[in-house]
């Protein structure tokens, strides 16, 4: 079973930095794209930023500049690299995993459970 776990959420001052990373586990054969969305209280789902396999990546205009995106293929892991953090980046950040094959040469997404970033003095 595919599993996508994230850690290193937490609270963190405005204009600090923080390092989310996210792991997926299980029979993988390959990954296309690996990502992370966020939900802050009352909104819905934003696109935060993505990569390929290829390293191809995409960010939102809200975070282009302070955030960076990375991916270890090898580990199935991708990094989100947070700097000059503002208090509307405070959200529950959710990794995902698009077209994943599985051992069954079965696609699909996943999403993991959410990491907690909260920014505040």
């Known amino acids: 079973q595919v599993q996508l776990v994230e850690s290193g959420g937490g609270l963190v001052q405005p204009g600090g930095s923080l390092r989310l990373s996210c792991i997926a586990s299980g029979n993988i054969i390959s990954i296309f794209a690996m990502g992370w969305y966020r939900q802050a209280p009352g909104k819905q789902h934003e696109l935060v930023a993505t990569?390929?396999?290829?390293?191809?990546?995409n960010y939102s205009d809200s975070v282009k500049g302070r955030f960076t995106i990375s991916r270890d293929n090898a580990k199935n892991t991708v990094y989100l690299q947070m700097n000059s953090l503002k208090p509307e980046d405070t959200a529950v950040y959710y990794c995902?995993?698009?077209?994943?094959?599985?051992?069954?040469?079965?696609?699909?997404?996943?999403w993991g459970q959410g990491t907690q970033v909260t920014v505040s003095s």
């Open positions: 995902t995993a698009d077209n994943l094959i599985n051992g069954d040469n079965v696609p699909g997404d996943y």
């Open positions: 990569i390929t396999s290829h390293n191809s990546t």
